[in-house]
């Protein structure tokens, strides 16, 4: 029987990974070990930041939607307790889109609010 290697694998493993460290400065693109260590790295990097971009992302709308908010004399919390007590649901993603697109339906959706906080107390 004859004899068989991990040659093969071994080759297309050090491929995968080379082809991933391409635009790495140095060492890092054609060194196996520093290229492994720079793409491994990357990876957990890449891992992280797709759970922080949508964080990242409400930060952005909730920033915006408070910015339109208080030129309606609201804060965002009262606004977003306004909205709720008034059994609007739109999304805050829909929300800034609004706030900096159509600032008429903002200011609606905001007159809205002030009534229900009104009516509620």
Known sequence: MPRSTGAPARKDRKKKILKEA????GGR???YRTAKDGVEKGWEHAYRDRKKK???FRRLWITRI???????DLSYSRFMDGLNKAGVEVDRKALADLAIRSPEAFEALAAEAKGALEAAS
Not at 22 to 25: D, I
Not at 66 to 71: E, K, L, S, T, V
């Open 22 to 25: 391409k635009g790495y400065f």
């Open 29 to 31: 693109k054609n060194l």
């Open 54 to 56: 949508k964080r990242n």
């Open 66 to 72: 408070n910015a339109a908010a208080r030129q309606h």
